[in-house]
T-cell receptor
Framework: DAGITQSPRHKVTETGTPVTLRCHQTENHRYMYWYRQDPGHGLRLIHYSYGVKDTDKGEVSDGYSVSRSKTEDFLLTLESATSSQTSVYFC???????????FGSGTRLTVV | DQQVKQNSPSLSVQEGRISILNCDYTNSMFDYFLWYKKYPAEGPTFLISISSIKDKNEDGRFTVFLNKSAKHLSLHIVPSQPGDSAVYFCAASALGAGSYQLTFGKGTKLSVIP
């Protein structure tokens, strides 16, 4: 078990408010990722990190920012939430020596 | 431009029969392919993978076939069981290019009917 947890699991927020989602891992893996899953779109990469303070944009990064101040935590922030950001958000890590990812259980975010 | 395509949004199969899920890709740099399975309210979980140096990989009831010339891969589940009902995502990466980043398809929802 790669020990990855996401918080919160569910959140409802209002349009225009800031929201931060947290991804926590327990095993010091270097690579971490944020994806969103939407019907008809599958899994799309938002941002990823390859080390502390090292991050880069993915396919759908507009409206999102990330931070990684320590190895175990990767934060995703919606600066001003919009209804189009209603989605299920998944964090993933790449375990050392593996080519695939291990995913967290997801955060269901609803922007009203 | 969608680099990994799963053209069938859904598939229904009788229990005990074979399920075949298909995936096409356009990026010739992709050299490693994975299938993930996702149940509702859970994160995707790794199922099986294949490197481009192979054309087949088998793990129990699951077999992945790769046709590089056609840029096509398929996942076979034999025999299908009701517990296999889930969304299946195909994913690809370009390891030879130094990229571990996975590009996912849109997923295929498999329903296995008892």
């Amino acid at each position: 078990d790669a020990g990855i947890t996401q918080s919160p699991r569910h959140k409802v927020t209002e349009t225009g408010t800031p929201v931060t989602l947290r991804c926590h891992q327990t095993e010091n893996h270097r690579y971490m990722y944020w994806y969103r899953q939407d019907p008809g779109h599958g899994l799309r990469l938002i941002h990823y990190s390859y080390g502390v303070k090292d991050t880069d944009k993915g396919e759908v990064s507009d409206g999102y920012s990330v931070s990684r101040s320590k190895t175990e935590d990767f934060l995703l922030t919606l600066e001003s939430a919009t209804s189009s950001q209603t989605s299920v958000y998944f964090c993933a890590i790449r375990v050392q020596g593996a080519y695939g990812y291990t995913f967290g259980s997801g955060t269901r975010l609803t922007v009203v | 431009d969608q680099q990994v395509k799963q053209n069938s949004p859904s598939l229904s199969v009788q229990e005990g029969r074979i399920s075949i899920l298909n995936c096409d890709y356009t990026n010739s740099m992709f050299d490693y392919f994975l299938w993930y399975k996702k149940y509702p309210a859970e994160g995707p979980t790794f199922l099986i993978s294949i490197s481009s140096i192979k054309d087949k990989n088998e793990d129990g009831r699951f077999t992945v076939f790769l046709n590089k010339s056609a840029k096509h891969l398929s996942l076979h589940i034999v025999p299908s069981q009701p517990g296999d009902s889930a969304v299946y995502f195909c994913a690809a990466s370009a390891l030879g290019a130094g990229s571990y980043q996975l590009t996912f398809g849109k997923g295929t929802k498999l329903s296995v009917i008892p």
